[in-house]
C-alpha cells in the first residue's frame, strides 16, 4: 500500500498545482465513481500509468490533506477488493485449461489492479472538480441569441412495420404527428382485422394509440422500426400482406370528345371485360412474335353521319299494324243456393255498394283542369328560362359597352398621341403637309390679329416680326425634313437588302408557309451583311480592316469600272487608317465607299436578286458596267 499511496500523492500534487481552486471544491463535495466498460477502463490504465511516470519525475512532493487522503484510501481498497474478486473467478473458470499460462498472468494481473487503482483515484479527483456550485450571480444574456426551434410535426419519416412472428417486411412513409390509433385502423383494412386485435411495439415495449411517431423521438426524414403482433395470436393470427396490382381497370371510365362544335364533353364509357378471344377479320399477323395489328375499319363501328334533316325512311313500310279485338266465348257454368237439404255458407261473400255516378262532362272537366296546372307549370319554367337567357344577354350587352367605351377612350389618346408625334418628329409627306397647313392657319390667324389692333407704324413693325417667325418656323420645318428624308433613305435600303436577301415563300394547301432559300438569296444575304458591316459605326481599327478586306475580296470577283473604283478607295482608307488618321477625317471617304458598294449591290450582274426589285429598264445598266480596260496614262482624281 506504500507504493500506491507514492503515486495517490503524486498525483494530488499535480493536481492542486494545476487546479487549485477544483481541490478547494472537492473538500466541500464527496467524490463520484463513473463506472466505465472493460474496454476503456485497460486504455484510461495504460494513459494514467504514463502520466503518473512523467509527474514523477517532474513534479515535487506535496502534503495532502486527511479527508483526502482518507477517501482515496476507502476508494483503493475497494477497488482491490473487487478485483480481487474477478481475479479469483478468472483463475477458477481456467485452473482446469491453462494452468501453465496462470503462471505468466501473475505479474500481469497486478499490473492491472494498480493502472485500475490509478485510474479510479484519477476518475475520483477529476469528478469532485466537475461540480459546480449553484450561486446568485447575474449574467450577460444575448437578447439577438438563436432560440432553439421546435421539431418539425408536419415531417414525414420512413416506418418499418414487422409482422411478427412471420417477418414480412413492410415499409411506407408516415407522418410523425400521426397517432398510432390511425395507423391500426390502416393495418385492420389491410390484414382485414380488427384494429382492436393490433399491437405496436417499439423497442419491445408496448405503444399506446394516442401516442405519434414524435412521440417516440423520431426526426424528420428518420428511419424507425416497429413491430406488429396479434393480441391473440391463436384465435386472430396476423395475415400475410398481399402485394397490390400495379394497375386495375375500372368497371366505368370518363373519356373527354372533342364534339364538331369545338367544346369537349364527358362521355361515360362502360367496359365489356370479353372472355372469348377476339376473331382475326382483317389486318397483319408479325411472323417472328406473333403480334396481330387489326384494321380499324374492320374492328370498330362506323362513324355516324350528321342528320340532315331529309327523311330517309317511311313509317309506313318499316312499321307492323296491330290490331287487337276483343271476343267473348260461351262458357258454360252452374251455381248454387241454399235451399231444402242443401246449406250454402255466406260468410265469404262480399256486400258490393254502388258509389257517385260520374258523367262524361265531369271526367272530360277534371282532365281540363289538370290539363290546365300541367300547362301552368310548364310555362312558369319557361319564363324562367327566357328571363336567366335575358339576364345574361343584358350582362353581356352591359360589358361589351364597358369594354367599347375603353376601347373609344384608349383610341383617342392613342390618335392624340400620334398627332402629336406627328407634328413633333415629321416622317412622311402628310406629317409635313399637316404643318404646313397649321403654320399657314397660324399666319392667317396673327395677320387677322395685327390688322385689327393695330395702324401705322405698329402695324409694321407687327408684320415684321411675323415674318421672322415664319421664317424661322419654316427653316426648322426644312430641317425636320432632311433629317427624315435621311431617315427614309437609310430605311428603304435596309428594306430593299432584306427583300433581295429573304427566302422564297409560298403558301400550301393547308395554310402553312414553305420557305426555301436560293441561290440568289444566299448571294444577296451575303452582300447585306457586309453593307450592314461596312456602315457600322464605333468598329475598332481591326475590325474596320477586317470589314474593307472581306470587301475587297468580294468585289474583286467582277472586273469593271465600278469595282476597280471600289477597291482603290478601300485601298486609300486603309492606308490612312495605317497612318493614323483621326475618323472624324474619313467620313467622307467612307460615304463614297457605302455609296458605290450599294451601287454594286442594286446592280443585276452582281446580285441577280436585285433585278426583280428595281423599277428601271436595266438594259442600259448592263452597258453602263460592262467591263472596260483602263488607259495606262489614265489618272483619276477622287
Known amino acids: 500500500m506504500s507504493e500506491q499511496e507514492d503515486m495517490v500523492n503524486e498525483i494530488d500534487e499535480k493536481n492542486n498545482e494545476n487546479s487549485p481552486e477544483e481541490n478547494d471544491d472537492s473538500k466541500e463535495e464527496p467524490a463520484v465513481e463513473i463506472p466505465k466498460p472493460e474496454e476503456e477502463e485497460t486504455k484510461d490504465n495504460n494513459i494514467s500509468d504514463e502520466k503518473v511516470d512523467d509527474k514523477s519525475e517532474k513534479d515535487d512532493e506535496k502534503p495532502n490533506t486527511a479527508e483526502e487522503k482518507t477517501e482515496i484510501n476507502n476508494a483503493n481498497q475497494k477497488d482491490a477488493t473487487r478485483d480481487e474478486e474477478e481475479k479469483n473467478d478468472k483463475e477458477t473458470s481456467g485452473e482446469n485449461a491453462e494452468n501453465g499460462a496462470l503462471e505468466e498472468n501473475v505479474p500481469e494481473v497486478k499490473e492491472d489492479e494498480t493502472r485500475q487503482q490509478i485510474n479510479a483515484e484519477k476518475v475520483t479527483i477529476e469528478t469532485t472538480g466537475m461540480s459546480t456550485e449553484v450561486t446568485n450571480e447575474e449574467h450577460e444574456t444575448d437578447p439577438h441569441a438563436a432560440s432553439p426551434q421546435p421539431p418539425v410535426i408536419n415531417a414525414t419519416a420512413t416506418v418499418k412495420f414487422v409482422l411478427m412472428p412471420s417477418g414480412q417486411v413492410h415499409t411506407m412513409a408516415c407522418a410523425l404527428n400521426q397517432t398510432m390509433f390511425d ?5 385492420a383494412t389491410e390484414l382485414r382485422m380488427t384494429s382492436d386485435t393490433i399491437v405496436f411495439m417499439y423497442d419491445g415495449n408496448g405503444v399506446d394509440n394516442n401516442v405519434t411517431l414524435a412521440d417516440l423521438g423520431v426526426g424528420p426524414n428518420g428511419a424507425v422500426q416497429m413491430e406488429i403482433s396479434s393480441s391473440d395470436p391463436v384465435n386472430n393470427p396476423l395475415k400475410q400482406l398481399k402485394p397490390k396490382p400495379e394497375y386495375i381497370m375500372p368497371d366505368v371510365i370518363t373519356v373527354k370528345v372533342l364534339r364538331d362544335s369545338g367544346e369537349f364533353e364527358d362521355v361515360v364509357v362502360e367496359i365489356e371485360r370479353s372472355v372469348h378471344r377476339k376473331p382475326f377479320i382483317g389486318g397483319y399477323r408479325h411472323r417472328l412474335n406473333g403480334i396481330e395489328y387489326h384494321h380499324a375499319a374492320a374492328q370498330t363501328r362506323p362513324k355516324v353521319k350528321p342528320d340532315d334533316g331529309i327523311e330517309k ?11 287487337n279485338q276483343r271476343q267473348q266465348t260461351h262458357i258454360d257454368t252452374s251455381t248454387q243456393m241454399t235451399g231444402i237439404g242443401c246449406y250454402v255458407s255466406n260468410m265469404t261473400d262480399k256486400l258490393l255498394v254502388p258509389g257517385k255516378y260520374q258523367t262524361a262532362d265531369e271526367y272530360h272537366e277534371i282532365i281540363l283542369m289538370k290539363v290546365i296546372i300541367l300547362q301552368s307549370y310548364f310555362r312558369r319554367w319557361q319564363a324562367k328560362r327566357i328571363v336567366a337567357s335575358l339576364k345574361i344577354d343584358l350582362a353581356k350587352r352591359l360589358d361589351w359597352e364597358r369594354m367599347e367605351e375603353i376601347r373609344k377612350i384608349k383610341e383617342k389618346e392613342d390618335r392624340i398621341r400620334k398627332e402629336f408625334e406627328r407634328r413633333m418628329n415629321p416622317k412622311s409627306k402628310e406629317d409635313f403637309d399637316l404643318l404646313y397647313h397649321a403654320l399657314e392657319k397660324w ?24 415674318l421672322d417667325q415664319e421664317t424661322q418656323l419654316l427653316a426648322s420645318i426644312g430641317r425636320h425634313k432632311l433629317d427624315a428624308s435621311a431617315d427614309n433613305k437609310q430605311q428603304e435600303i435596309q428594306k430593299f437588302l432584306d427583300t433581295a436577301a429573304g427566302p422564297k415563300r409560298w403558301k400550301a394547301y393547308d395554310g402553312k408557309y414553305t420557305e426555301m432559300d436560293t441561290a440568289y438569296t444566299i448571294r444577296a444575304k451575303e452582300l447585306r451583311d457586309i453593307y ?4 457600322m459605326r464605333y468598329l475598332t481599327q481591326d475590325e474596320r480592316l477586317d470589314v474593307l478586306l472581306t470587301l475587297k475580296h468580294t468585289v474583286k470577283e467582277h472586273d ?24 472624324g477625317n474619313l467620313d467622307g471617304l467612307r460615304k463614297r465607299i457605302s455609296t458605290l458598294f450599294l451601287q454594286y449591290i442594286k446592280t443585276p450582274t ?5 433585278a426583280r426589285l428595281l423599277k428601271v429598264s436595266q438594259g442600259w445598266v448592263k452597258g453602263l458596267f460592262t467591263p472596260a480596260p483602263i488607259p495606262a496614262n489614265a489618272v483619276r482624281t477622287i
Open 532 to 535: 450592314n458591316s461596312l456602315t
Open 313 to 323: 325512311f317511311c313509317r309506313d313500310t318499316q312499321t307492323v299494324r296491330e290490331k
Open 443 to 466: 399666319r392667317k390667324e396673327e395677320l387677322a390679329a395685327i390688322d385689327t389692333s393695330m395702324e401705322g407704324a405698329r402695324r409694321k413693325a407687327a408684320l415684321c416680326h411675323l
Open 183 to 187: 395507423l391500426k385502423v390502416h393495418f
Open 560 to 583: 469593271c469600272k465600278l469595282t476597280q473604283e471600289i477597291i482603290e478607295l478601300i485601298d486609300r482608307e486603309a492606308d490612312l487608317l495605317m497612318r493614323g488618321v483621326k475618323e
Open 606 to 610: 452582281f446580285n441577280p436578286e436585285a
